[in-house]
């Protein structure tokens, strides 16, 4: 950690052209490979938030600098700033549809003792808002991905729906394993049916 500490003095006497360089060097670096970014100590994330934090102040608004604060402090606010700008930004866009498919996942994983969390109309709100976005991801295998996630909770949730508007008394596990058009998706016991792989 020492010698991440020195590169980190040695970075904030540079010249601010010069640490964008670096930084621009840098985070690709952390984002394509999350076994790096587990090294960095507290101090280099920490200055390399507060660079472009700095750079922010400093330029015109720029998707590059948002995606990388969004990536850094973990703030999909940053992300959506960025898209905002520059809609081909597929970071930025990666990014969202995470945050989007997280939330389903977190208002669908009980269905398999019964219990939505959360509000029926906000999931179909992010249903439609992820079948916009996930056909401009450009990279094949990604969306492909995103489409089998986006249809088991397309599934689910319309599922829900249907199983709690007739108000029936058998667990909507049992239920839902019964009906014929969700049989290439059945739910599974066990905490959690279903788990989210979170993309980079």
């Avoid at 280099?44 to 990536?71: C, D, M, N, R």
Wanted: charged share 20%; hydrophobic share 35%.
């Amino acid at each position: 950690m020492q010698k991440i500490n020195k590169f980190v003095e040695n970075c904030e006497a540079l010249p601010f052209e010069d640490q964008k360089k670096i930084a621009l060097e840098l985070l690709p670096l952390l984002y394509h490979h999350t076994e790096i970014y587990t090294l960095p100590n507290y101090r280099l994330t920490k200055y390399l938030l507060q660079f472009l934090q700095e750079w922010e102040k400093l330029s015109e608004p720029s998707a590059i600098i948002y995606q990388w604060l969004g990536f850094l402090a973990q703030d999909v606010s940053y992300y959506q700033k960025g898209f905002a700008i520059d809609s081909n930004n597929q970071v930025c866009l990666n990014a969202i549809i995470n945050f989007y498919l997280e939330r389903l996942y977190f208002s669908t994983h009980h269905l398999n003792e019964s219990f939505f969390i959360g509000d029926l109309n906000d999931s179909f709100e992010i249903l439609d808002i992820l079948a916009g976005l996930i056909p401009q991801i450009t990279c094949e295998t990604d969306q492909q991905a995103y489409m089998q996630e986006f249809k088991t909770y397309f599934e689910l949730i319309h599922a829900w729906k249907k199983y709690s508007n007739q108000k029936l008394t058998i667990p909507f596990y049992d239920w839902y394993n019964q009906q014929t058009e969700y049989c290439e998706n059945p739910l599974k016991k066990g905490n959690h049916f279903y788990y989210h792989s979170k993309k980079p």
